[in-house]
């Protein structure tokens, strides 16, 4: 279902608190206090964006650990000719 290499995505706890956060916001903006609700909004946004980013960060210390473990693979193989 995933290629190998690639790590399913999981949403942090940052990511699910921002959901909460997005569906209370909608609330308040829709009981008038739009200043709040656009606050929240803002703060649940940056909290999905982070863990945007930190899924692609783990994902690339995935990516480098396999490129060093194939280097290191390799390079035995290359001083034995």
């Known amino acids: 279902m995933f ?3 690639k790590i399913r995505f999981r949403a942090e706890a940052n990511q699910l608190l921002s ?3 997005m569906v209370a916001a909608v609330f308040v903006i829709a009981a ?3 200043a709040p ?8 946004a940056a909290l ?3 863990g945007l980013f930190w899924n692609a960060h ?8 396999e ?6 693979a390799a390079a ?4 034995k000719d």
Not at 67 to 72: S, V, W, Y
């Open 58 to 65: 783990r994902q690339d210390q995935v990516n480098a650990l």
């Open 3 to 5: 290629p190998p290499g």
């Open 32 to 34: 008038g206090a739009v």
């Open 76 to 79: 035995p193989a290359a001083g």
């Open 19 to 21: 959901v909460v956060v």
């Open 37 to 44: 609700g656009v606050v929240m909004m803002v703060v649940a």
């Open 48 to 50: 999905s964006i982070g």
């Open 67 to 72: 490129r060093k473990n194939a280097k290191d």
